[in-house]
């Protein structure tokens, strides 16, 4: 469903992002909290995405290598 839907593509938008929160929040009592992400994740968005950008060439590097050993 999520490949067909194309979930992660929709996530390239955060009103998106949100409606996803709020769903697993509402399906599990504990994750709650969830719901309160998205209003962090958008007023953080800039340092989020500098972090990521250094953080993902370093993970791809690991899955290669990981892959690479198998």
């Known amino acids: 469903h ?3 839907g194309r979930w992660m593509e929709s996530y390239a938008d955060l009103e998106n992002i949100q409606f996803a929160l709020s769903r697993m929040a509402m399906r599990r009592p504990k994750l709650e ?3 309160l992400c998205s209003q962090v994740l958008a007023q953080q968005y800039d340092p989020l995405i500098e ?5 993902y060439p370093d993970v791809l590097a690991q899955s290669k ?3 690479e050993a198998l």
């Not at 972090?51 to 953080?55: E, I, P, V």
């Open 2 to 4: 999520m490949w067909e």
């Open 33 to 35: 909290k969830l719901s």
């Open 51 to 55: 972090a990521f950008d250094t953080l």
């Open 65 to 67: 290598q990981f892959f």
